[in-house]
């Protein structure tokens, strides 16, 4: 056996006992009660005192924070930007016509908004039959090359 073989059956070895081992330590490490659940008393001073002391409280488990409050996106332009991409221009509208209600927004930058808005679904209309016409082509000559085999030699 060349050394090179020795490293590797050392390697496999290894990592065939510390798989086991490591789901062995996650699995005792998921069911351990966790410290803050576990009843706090004083220790007993001896086998008798502890079968006659009984737990005096249930296990309370520790006081949970209260959930975070959902971060949500502030900016009007870009909850309008992603409303309008998904075709909800009227939500976009509500949105922005509040921004600006608000002073958020200035009229002449919700005009701005919507003239980028229409250019770039332009581009995108545009740019569409070109990818049709792409694919097409690309379809039609792999059609091409299934009829046309070289002869086999």
Same mark, same amino acid.
């Given at each position: 056996?060349?050394?090179? !073989? !020795? ?13 086991? %081992?490591? =789901? ?22 001896? *086998? ?47 949105? %922005? ?12 930058? =919700?005009? %701005? ?20 016409? *792409?694919? *097409? ?5 792999? !059609?091409?090359? *299934? ?7």
């Amino acid at each position: 056996m060349t050394r090179s !073989q !020795q490293i590797s059956l050392a390697a496999a070895f290894a990592a065939g006992l510390a798989l086991p %081992l490591w =789901l062995l330590w996650r699995s005792r490490r998921r069911a351990a009660p966790v410290a803050s659940e576990v009843p706090v008393s004083p220790p007993a001073r001896s *086998k008798a005192d502890a079968a006659a002391q009984a737990p005096s409280s249930p296990v309370v488990p520790a006081p949970r924070r209260p959930a975070a409050p959902a971060v949500e996106a502030t900016d009007p332009l870009s909850q309008a930007e992603i409303l309008a991409s998904f075709g909800r221009r009227d939500e976009a509208e509500a949105i %922005l016509g509040a921004a600006v209600t608000a002073g958020d927004l200035t009229p002449e930058e =919700l005009a %701005l908004f919507w003239t980028r808005h229409e250019v770039a679904r332009a581009k995108r209309a545009a740019a569409r039959p070109a990818a049709e016409k *792409k694919q *097409k082509a690309a379809t039609a000559d792999r !059609q091409v090359k *299934k009829r046309v085999r070289p002869p086999e030699s």
